[in-house]
């Protein structure tokens, strides 16, 4: 018995290929770039992209705000000021800002349970702390990438964004 050709034809057994999509992964096509199937390629690329640029801090010490907000805060040096951290401003370290009055005060008590955590991690070693806001980096950047992807549809154009 010879088969009918075309889409719809019936194999030998008697069953009629489905028109619905395959759920098997297809080969991948020669246009399609290699990151379509595995994002999580993608992922690596845009997180160590994003790694590297910033590496130069890891040799670099405190500066600018690091001097007041870590390396002379000694709130951060023992977990036991935690009460502290959630009853004081993020700059509350000294006379030197108390003069700015109301212009810097925010409360951010996980930005100082983060300095405390790197504190007792490095020993106030700065490179500890720009590890960490490497990670921080990172992270973010993942997620933007995940939030563009979601929002365009697109991977190319989603990293590119992700990358600024």
Do not use: C, K
Not at 145 to 160: F, N
């Amino acid at each position: 018995m010879q088969r009918p050709e075309g889409d719809n034809a019936a194999s030998e057994d008697g069953d009629v290929p489905s028109s619905e999509p395959s759920v098997l992964p297809s080969a991948r096509s020669e246009s399609e770039p290699f990151w379509e199937l595995r994002p999580s390629v993608l992922v690596a690329l845009v997180a160590t992209l994003a790694i590297a640029v910033f590496s130069p801090a890891l040799v670099g010490g405190f500066i600018y705000d690091d001097i007041h907000l870590v390396e002379n805060n000694g709130m951060i040096r023992s977990f036991s000021a935690w009460r502290y951290w959630y009853t004081h401003h993020l700059w509350d370290v000294g006379a030197d800002f108390a003069q700015l009055g109301d212009s810097l005060r925010y409360w951010r008590p996980s930005i100082t349970a983060s300095y405390a955590l790197d504190w007792s991690l490095g020993n106030g070693n700065p490179v500890v702390f720009h590890v960490t806001n490497l990670g921080w980096h990172a992270a973010a950047t993942i997620l933007v990438l995940r939030a563009l992807i979601r929002w365009t549809g697109t991977t190319g154009p989603a990293a590119l964004g992700a990358l600024l």
